[in-house]
Structures are given as structure tokens and as C-alpha cells.
């Protein structure tokens, strides 16, 4: 609707509403009117009732009821009948009745009612009112509605009643009641009421035709005249203006639309030119500009409707804070409430969607106390681009997408100053492809292009969340792993497991046209802090290392510094030495530790593997299986441990020394995620001939954290069979309830790091003592059903606390060290001959 037409409904809605509401407000004066004239004829009713009553009704009620007392008195007993019955003869009396002391009627208008009980001859026996006449000796009058809604008047008086035999004075009272007819009063009021109705609705409608003509005359012809007038000056159909041709005040008010029209136009046609020349030069402008009021767009150019996808004029009345991303919003909305102007980058929404990055530049001008603000936007998503493109190409290489040696090496300078800062370690390592030129050779530059993508790919994958891949020159690959834990020594074991992982990743076939190509790959490594303190001075010491790697060809990791290459060769020499003993036999053996309760009473074992290295004596665990889980050897050991401890709880079992036992067997998480674990258990299990029910599994928390869904549906599959398990080493890892609650657990052991620090205080600057966990695990355990065993037990105020923290089973040196089966044997068979002597 046009904003001429909008004028014109409105001036025809208020005419219209004149027209309707003057007569109705003149129809409420005259009902108005009308409701008080009923007032005044129901006041002149009942003046009109309570004159019937003193005029009419009172002195006849005093007069029957001296004509009865003088009757009685004197013995004249029929006349009392001709005097009641006298009052029948009234019309205005319904009926009348001379009740005696004991409510019998005397006398009555009606002869049928003599001797009868007055409560049988009334409906609306007035009791109360006989009552208080013959009290009070005095006559009462009352208004009173029969059964059948008439109204009608109730009159009392009481009767002094003859004499009886012997009496010199009477004492007995008795009751004239009358009931009068108002019939005739009302309907005399009735008639006069509908006289005056009558006349005063004739005068009233005669009144109303009289004031609708001198109102449509007047008053409603002049208004729709300057309504018309008021729709064309909206229109701006100014020479379109009636002239008005009456007088009076209305005609003031024409001359005044006229002159202010006459104003209107010239103003208009200013307005206009002055707009067209501005709308020129705004559509001209390669900048989106929209103009808002208060956050309502009231104007928008040419390149900000194209900007927004709408079409001319979708933008005006629009918010112009929903056309800003939806995190942005709060901060436009409140530099423009704070009236700020400058130049930002904000981003916008298109209606598609698409996000529209943009530098604006807002200016606020205020005209006829309206305050506006300009905003010229400039889109910079072609900018940004360039820019991104430009960063692209200086920071990234352009055949993997990988970052280039210009980010690797300020990555590196930016891990010099952390590791300084936070004290913790990092490495840069280093590879190329053997052979890598024959396939550019032999089979192209496309060929060769696809396998750097393929080996640029898989080392992207294998990387961790803060380490760095780059490709630094040919097929030459850079890796910065950061955040490494632990001491030099430590830092570079785990270092030189990263790089492994790489090279196996480098070392699977790589495909390109239908033809497997195989590469081998040496790792040079340089751990960070270092003596140098210049990033290509580093990266320069790991390609070193690299090519020794390549030139010994008999290690694929090399470290630059002598020292932790010597105890490379070393780790290299214990995993040779392994493989060795696994493929051999006889060097490997199982120690066992009870757990018992807090009776001391031995309810299961935890097998614990041994190494006895025919030269270096007993290798312990944390020195050779953190190797064998670099290498891959980690699953047959795994397997190794599994049968063999299932073949000694056998033998137990056999010799009537494992009753109720059940056997812990740890699985690391590379072995329980083959895919042939639950067949192989199955298997081991069956040709052993063990119960599924006496094994219990240990898992660690690192097993959950790397596949839940793949972790869940094993141990479903496997406790389906019967077999149990345990969540090894609580609280050091990924702790999640997720997974408690999920995963079908029956015992979680705390980690002895919690069971050491009980009844040791809280260190400074270290928090709180774990020991404090304790309760809180053991309550949480609890509540999911778990059974709780404590590890490392070694005082009796360990074992004090653990029992009141309610803990169920305990491991440790104080019910005694992990020991090979033979001993464990003869304490099994103490323990059975103590058992069978009680």
C-alpha cells in the first residue's frame, strides 16, 4: 500500500469513526437519561406502595381489629365472622383470617378455613411476625413475595380474645392476618412507566434524526473534504486539493491545508532534485552504503543491495544489526549506541549464508533531531585472499600443502623460547626417501609428485596435535615434536619411538598407477634445548644425522649428539635382544604378586613378566617393555605373558592349590586392539583348559581413551565369555566416569602414586596431598558397582587407612613382593595346610 493511499484509509477511519461513535455516545446520553427515568418511576411506585400502606391498609388493619375485640368482648361470636368476611369484599384483599391463641382459625374470608390450623390454610405461614405482634401487642406491615413471584403486602394486628367460663379477664390473644393484592398499584405503575417510555423514545429518536442531519451537513461533509485534501498532499498530488467553499472554522482550516500543501510541493520538489543528485552519486560509488536510524536501515545504495542479494528497496526497514555475523553483534550494536565512528573489519551474512568479511568506515550526522548513522562498506573478501594466497606461498609448499622450511624453522625459533620458558623438551627429526630419484626417472615427475603427496599425507596423520610436518627440499621431510616429557634421557627415547612410527609409515607400499613402490627412510634427530641456539643450525644437525643413519644402514633412527646415539645403539641392542629371547625361549619368565584382602586372605594374582638376559642379569619391565611397545614386539610378549600364565593357574588348579584364585593378566592397548585378540584368548583358554570366569584382564585408562566404541564392543564380546576385567592405574591417565559407566569393569585399582602419599602432608606449591582422592574414588567405585583394590601397600598405616576408606583388596610388598610360581606355590600350600589344621 502506497503511503498516499495509508493517509487516505486513516482520515476515512477517523471519519468513519466519527460517524459512528457521536451517535452512539448520543444513544448512551439518552440511555442514560432513559435508566434514571426508571429510577425516578420505581421511587414514585413505592411512595405509591407506602401511602397505600399509611392511607389505605394501616387504619383498616386497627379498625377490623378493634370491630373483633369489642365483638369478643362482648360474646358476639357470629359477629366476628361477618366482620372478617366483610374484608373479603375488598378488592385489594386477597384474603384475611382471625387466628386464636393456639393458631386455629376463628374467622376467615374463606369459610372452608374455620376451625382448620392456620400453617394448613397458608403456604407462607409467617410465624415469626404472629409471634412478635402478640409480644409486642402492636400490628406489623411488611412486603413479602408469594411462590408465584407477585408482590404483596402482609398485615398482623393482635386480637385480645373473649372470655372464657370463669375468667374475669382475658389473657388469651389471638391474630387478624391480612394479605393484600398490589396487582393494581403495579400495574397502574406499569402504565405510566410505558407512557413515558413511549414519549420519551419518540423524542429521543426525533432528537437524533435532527442532530444526524445537521452533523452530516455540517460537520461530516467538511471533515471527509479536508480528510480527501489531507490523502492528496500525501499522494503529492498537490494540485489535486478540493476547495473548500463553506465557512466558519473548517473554512480557516482549508486555507491553512491549502497553503501548507502549496509549501509541501515546493519543498518536495527540492527534496527530490536534491535526492536524485545524491542517489546518483551513491549508486555510482563501488561501496555498499547503508544509512540506519536506531538500527532500521532507512536507506541503502545500489552496490549494498547487489552486496546483500536483495532487490531495490528489500533493504529499507530491515535491522541492520541481523545483516552482522552473530558474534559481532553486541559489539556494532553498542558502538553505535555509544555513538562511536571510525574504521573496523566486521563480518557480514549474506541471506545465503555466506560469510562476507568487510572494512567499513561509519560517520554519524544528525538533521532535524534525528540522529543517523552512514556506513560505507568495502568488501575485502578478494583481498583477503590475495593475502591468504601470498602467506600460502611463503609459508607453504605448494605440491603437499605442507608447511615450507620459512614456517618449519620460525616454528622451531618459536619452541627455542618455550622450552626455555616452561621447561620441558622438544625434537626436530628429519627424513628422506631412499630410491626416491628412480621414480622420477623411471616413471615421471607426475609419478613422484603423487608419491610426496601420498608419504606427505600419512605423516600428517600420524602426528600429534602440537607437533609440526613440513617439507623442507625434494623429497627431504621435517617434523618438530613438541612437549616432550621427562629427562634428556627419557625425552629421547620417546623421540626416537616418534620417528619409528614415521618410518613404518614411510616404509608401507605407496601406490601410484596400478604399481606398488617401496621406500625405506633414516631418521636424523636433534633434541631441543640445544648447544645451538639457531634454528638452521638445528635443522642442519638433523639431516646430518639423517645421512649417517643412511650411510650405517644398520639403525634408521641416528641422533646427532654422540651420547644419545650410544644410547640409541643401546635401546636398539636390549629390542634385538628380545626378539631374540621370543624367538628362542628361556630368558622370559613370570613373577606373581598376591592380592589379598584385609584378613590377609589371597584371592588372586597379578602375573608381572621378568627378563633374565643371559648377560645383564634381570632386566625389569620399565626398561625393556616401553621398547616393546615401539618396536611392535609388545604383541607376541603380550601373547607370551597371556598363555603363560593361564598354563601356571592351570597347574595351580591341578594341584588343588588355586581354589577361588583368579588370574591378572596385563594387555597392552596394542594387543588388545589386534584384530584376532578375542580368538587367540578363546584359543589359549580352551587348549589350556582354564575357566573364563578365573582370568581377569588390566587395562589401562590409555586403552579406553584411544577408541571407546571399538573398546566397548570388545569387552562386551569377551565378558559375554566369562572374562572379567580390571582398570589398571586409576587416576593417572584420562579418568572419565564416560567410561566407568559404560564399560563392563568389576575391579578398578588405585594407583600406588595415591596409596605412597597417605599420612604424608601437602607439599608447597604442589596442592593438595592425592592421598585425599582416596575416599572420594572408593565412594565413586562404589556407587558404579566396582570393586576397589589399592596397589603399592607397604606400612600397616597404608593399610589402616584403606580399610576405613573401605577399599577391598590390596596389592603390595607388605603382603609380599612379586615372586616366581614356584614360591608363590608354597605359600598357596601353607596357606591351604593352615586352613586345614583350623
Known sequence: MSPGNAG?????????????????????????????????????????????????????LLGVQRQLENALRRGEGGSTDSIVSELGLNPAVNHAALVDDADKVIAATQFAWRGRSVAQVLDRFPEREMAVARQQSSELLWFDKGADGVRRLMAVAPVTLGLLPGEIRSYRTGVLLIEYDLAPIAAEAVAHFRQQSLLFGLVALLALVVLGIILRTHVYRPVMALCEGMAQVGKGAFQRIPRFRGGGEFKVLADALTAMAESLKRKVDELADSEARFRQLSDASFEAILIH???????????????????????????????????????????????????????????????????????????????????????????????????????????????????????????????????????????????????NDSLGMAAGDEVL?????????????????????????????????????????????????FIESIMAPVEVGGTDLHFKAGAGVVMIPNDSRDPPELLREAE??????????????????????????????????????????????????????????????????????????????GLFVPEAEASGLIVPLGNWVLEEAVRCLKR???????KGLTMGVNVSP???????????????????????????????????????????????????????????????????????????????????????????GPVEGEGKSPAVLIDAIVAMAHELDLRVLAEGVETQGQIDYLVEAGCDVFQGYFFGKPAPAEQIEARLRAARGEVAGA
Open 8 to 60: 487516505n484509509r486513516d482520515h476515512s477511519y477517523w471519519v468513519g469513526s466519527l460517524r459512528v461513535w457521536l451517535p452512539l455516545v448520543l444513544s448512551l446520553v439518552f440511555g442514560l437519561v432513559f435508566v434514571v427515568l426508571m429510577v425516578v418511576e420505581y421511587r414514585n411506585h413505592e411512595r405509591a406502595l407506602e401511602r397505600f400502606v399509611e392511607a389505605q391498609s394501616r387504619p383498616e
Open 293 to 439: 536510524q536506531d538500527g532500521v536501515i532507512v536507506d541503502a545504495n545500489r552496490a549494498a543491495e547487489a552486496l546483500y542479494e536483495s532487490h531495490p528497496g528489500g533493504l529499507v526497514g530491515r535491522d541492520i544489526y541481523e545483516l552482522v555475523a552473530p558474534e559481532q553483534r553486541e559489539l556494532v550494536r553498542r558502538r553505535a549506541q555509544e555513538g562511536q565512528e571510525g574504521a573496523w573489519e566486521i563480518e557480514f551474512v549474506s541471506p545465503s549464508g555466506v560469510r562476507i568479511p568487510a572494512e567499513i568506515k561509519v560517520k554519524q550526522s544528525r538533521a532535524d533531531n534525528v540522529l543517523r548513522r552512514i556506513v560505507a562498506i568495502r568488501d575485502i573478501r578478494e583481498r583477503l585472499q590475495a593475502q591468504d594466497e601470498i602467506r600460502r606461498l611463503a609459508y607453504f609448499d605448494a605440491l603437499t600443502s605442507l608447511p615450507n622450511r620459512r614456517q618449519f624453522l620460525e616454528r622451531v625459533r618459536a619452541e627455542l623460547d618455550e622450552v626455555d620458558r616452561l621447561n620441558h623438551r622438544a625434537a626436530v627429526l628429519t627424513f628422506n626417501l631412499d630410491g626416491f630419484s628412480s621414480v
Open 453 to 501: 603427496r601420498t608419504i606427505a599425507r600419512r605423516l600428517n596423520i600420524l602426528r600429534h596435535e602440537k607437533d609440526l610436518v613440513a617439507r623442507i627440499d625434494g623429497d627431504t621431510f621435517a617434523i618438530l615434536l613438541a612437549d616432550l616429557a621427562g629427562d634428556l634421557e627419557a625425552a629421547s627415547a620417546e623421540a626416537a619411538r616418534e620417528a619409528e612410527r
Open 544 to 621: 646430518t644425522a639423517m645421512n649417517r643413519a643412511k650411510e650405517a644402514n644398520d639403525s634408521r633412527v641416528h641422533f646427532f649428539a654422540h651420547a644419545l646415539q650410544e644410547a640409541a645403539g643401546a635401546r636398539l641392542a636390549l629390542r634385538n635382544d628380545l626378539t631374540r629371547s621370543l624367538k628362542q625361549g628361556g630368558e622370559l619368565l613370570l613373577h606373581y604378586q598376591p592380592q589379598v584382602d584385609a584378613q590377609g586372605r589371597m584371592l588372586g594374582m597379578e602375573a608381572l613378566v621378568r627378563w633374565q638376559h643371559p648377560v645383564r642379569g634381570l632386566i625389569p619391565p
Open 652 to 658: 595351580w588348579q591341578e594341584m588343588g592349590l588355586a
Open 670 to 760: 596394542r594387543q588388545f586392539r589386534e584384530g584376532d585378540f578375542i580368538h587367540r584368548l578363546e584359543d589359549v583358554l580352551a587348549r589350556v583348559g582354564v575357566d573364563a570366569l578365573s582370568i581377569e584382564l588390566e587395562l589401562t585408562e590409555s586403552v579406553v581413551a584411544d577408541d571407546l566404541d571399538a573398546t566397548v564392543e570388545t569387552m562386551r564380546a569377551l565378558r559375554e565369555r566369562g572374562i572379567r576385567f580390571a582398570l589398571d592405574d586409576f587416576g593417572t591417565g584420562y579418568s572419565s566416569l564416560a567410561y566407568l559407566r559404560r564399560l563392563p569393569f568389576e575391579t578398578l585399582k588405585i594407583d600406588r602414586s595415591f596409596v605412597m602419599d597417605i599420612g604424608v
